[in-house]
């Protein structure tokens, strides 16, 4: 049986990371990498696909858990008869991408505790069974290119492809267990002191916290965001500057069913409202790593700019399936690799022209070569503009003239535009302002149903569109426009479940797909911003609000929430569920939010 997703804490060091669940099971785990194979799949699979355990051995009355203050190192403590356990989980940062530590440490807090460790090593998602060497150490494990060891004073006992370890805690005593990753051609690293490994750890967190400007400190929404930003930090691969959407594949947005995907790679369509959030929170370091990673990713022929792409930029992300893997839950198919890849959709090239537009406003360096990239992307979108694509939701139904990609194409030669006009960039400008006005009156003629009172998701459709509530933010349409009033009533009208929002409704939209899924955050964070927009101050707090109460009880969001089983869905943790957060929050907190900075 899964384990709910909400049960799931997340951790990691700028390099890769783990899912632990509230009963001590690491069931998800990639090495070296957020996007490399799988040495735990517990989480897609069952425990015999690869889990690391450290529990009580005895009934457990009660677990409470919690991050340490401004870090991403967790702490889950178990109540029992015999006395109380803290086991602590951490990440520690590391200069060297190929060598990675996991280290949890047991201290009792109260009596003797007997404990059981539990530890099934599997690589390529739960499928290879590793070569597994008794050291003086520990334990050693190979199998093919990458090779594990676990350093621990306990004795160590093999049954059935499993490792299992008895033993006891004391009050006041720690005993301590690393698993330390590294390639099996390369020798280990040397074992550094794991309680030295905590300080450094939790030292590096509370220095990086410190720069936080979203403020005063006693704020009510300050842990909320900050927890935000850790867990942002806590997706970026640092040696490439790069933040991956999730760091797990495969969670499904309908339980049971087909929607799974893989989402451990990096949206362009991301990058500007990534690019708020760290700035206005005051992260420029990150902001600059993001957007250079975004510079070189982007790189190359025009017409073969992507939506995403891999941690270093890499370009083909092939989908493939696993069958030895059940899927969470019994949803199944489980993928890796994403075919969306290869879709067209022409809302990119806006999203990317935004992107920098945000970093000239905020003093980020202007090299020619970037403005180069960016001249060459709207020249080639002065013919592609008027094409059908697959749209911001990567349908797999056909092509279609989604109402979004054209207003992102209208973004594009805006903000190519402004470049020129505040920055004194050159450009072909009277001829892109004719190209602008073309997509605004194509736009307002055929994305709007006079029958709905709406803008509807594609031409020629009736189906509404979560992604039309950006309109005012990217300043298409002023927030007090009718007609963008109207389409957020519409939105308001037959996309709210529950309070939440729905990108669209599968069962109007035909995109290849049996119909179900949950409510998508980050949509739900849009109407609250459009709620700041249109002088709704009270929706828009309210709305807020009830979006907080459904992080887990360690502030974590996955990408969707099921409104009737009350449960999160989809790939967990959902950077951009936690962006929405981030810029709700400043939007509400100042009348110079993302909100209001993204159209000037």
């Known amino acids: 049986m899964s384990k709910p997703i909400e049960d799931y804490g997340f951790i990691g060091n700028t390099l890769t990371g783990a899912l632990i669940a509230r009963d001590g099971s690491v069931d998800w785990l990639c090495l070296p990498r957020f996007d490399g194979d799988a040495c735990f799949a517990a989480l897609l699979g069952e425990p015999r696909h690869g889990h690391w355990q450290i529990a009580p051995a005895v009934p457990v009355h009660d677990v409470t858990r ?15 008869d015999a006395g109380r356990v803290r086991l602590i ?6 200069d060297d991408e190929r060598h990675v530590d996991l280290v949890r440490l047991v201290r009792a807090e109260r009596g003797c505790v007997p404990m059981r460790m539990t530890l099934t090593m599997r690589f390529g998602y739960g499928f290879s069974v590793p070569w597994v060497r008794r050291e003086r150490y520990g334990l050693s494990a190979v199998v093919g290119p990458d090779a594990l060891e676990l350093y621990t004073p ?14 006891s805690v004391g009050e006041d005593a720690l005993v301590p267990f690393t698993l330390s990753y590294h390639p099996s051609h390369q020798p280990p690293a040397p074992l550094r002191d794991p309680l030295q490994q905590l300080d450094e750890t939790e030292r590096r967190w509370h220095d990086w916290v410190r720069q936080c400007t979203f403020g005063p400190a006693d704020h009510p929404w300050r842990d909320a965001v900050i927890r935000s930003l850790i867990t942002l930090k806590t997706l970026t691969f640092s040696p490439t500057g790069a933040i991956v959407a999730a760091p797990t594949t495969s969670l499904p947005e309908r339980l049971g069913g087909v929607r799974n995907w893989d989402y451990r790679y990096c949206w362009i369509r991301d990058a500007t409202l990534t690019l708020y959030s760290l700035l206005n929170s005051g992260y420029r370091d990150e902001a600059i790593a993001w957007r250079e990673w975004l510079l ?5 022929e025009p017409s073969q700019l992507q939506i995403m792409y891999g941690l270093a930029g890499e370009r083909r992300l092939t989908e493939l399936e696993l069958p030895w893997l059940p899927g969470y839950e019994g949803s199944a198919p489980v993928r890796i690799g994403n075919a969306a890849h290869e879709q067209r959709q022409l809302d990119v090239p806006g999203e990317l022209m935004d992107v920098l537009h945000v970093g000239r406003r905020a003093h980020l360096e202007i090299t020619d070569a970037s403005w180069q ?4 992307i709207l020249n080639r979108l002065e013919h592609d503009w008027v094409c059908p694509d697959e749209g911001i939701w990567e349908v797999r139904g056909g092509l279609r ?9 209208w973004v594009a030669f805006d903000r190519g535009i402004r470049a020129i006009e505040s920055y004194g960039l050159s450009g072909p400008v009277e001829r892109w302002r004719a190209v602008r006005e073309r997509i605004r009156d194509d736009i307002c003629t055929n994305g709007w149903n006079d029958e709905k009172q709406s803008f509807v998701q594609y031409y020629g459709g009736r189906a509404l569109d979560a992604s039309l509530l950006v309109m005012a933010q990217v300043g298409f349409l002023p927030a007090d426009d009718p007609r963008f009033v109207a389409t957020v009533a519409a939105i308001e009208r037959e996309l709210i479940e529950d309070g939440l929002v729905l990108r669209y409704r599968p069962d109007e939209t035909p995109d290849g797909l049996p119909p179900g899924e949950g409510a998508f955050l980050a949509c739900s964070f849009w109407l609250a911003d459009a709620y700041l927009m249109l002088g709704r101050r009270r929706d828009a707090l309210a ?10 009880d360690l502030g974590l969001l996955a990408e969707e929430y099921a409104t009737e089983a009350r449960r999160q869905l989809g790939n967990f943790p959902q950077a951009f569920s936690h962006i929405g957060l981030i810029n709700t929050a400043h939007n509400l907190v100042s009348a110079e939010g ?7």
């Open 594 to 600: 993302p909100a209001h900075q993204r159209p000037a």
């Open 66 to 80: 919690r991050y340490r203050p401004d870090t991403a190192i967790l702490e889950t403590t178990f109540a029992t």
């Open 373 to 376: 990239l960016q001249t060459a």
């Open 401 to 409: 003239h989604f109402t979004h990609s054209r207003l992102m194409c």
């Open 154 to 167: 306990v004795e160590l006992v093999g049954r059935d492809f499993t490792t299992v370890a008895e033993f």
């Open 89 to 94: 989980d951490f990440m520690p940062f590391s």
């Open 543 to 552: 709305l807020f609000e009830r979006l907080l109460d459904l992080r887990n």
């Open 296 to 300: 070189r990713a982007a790189a190359g």
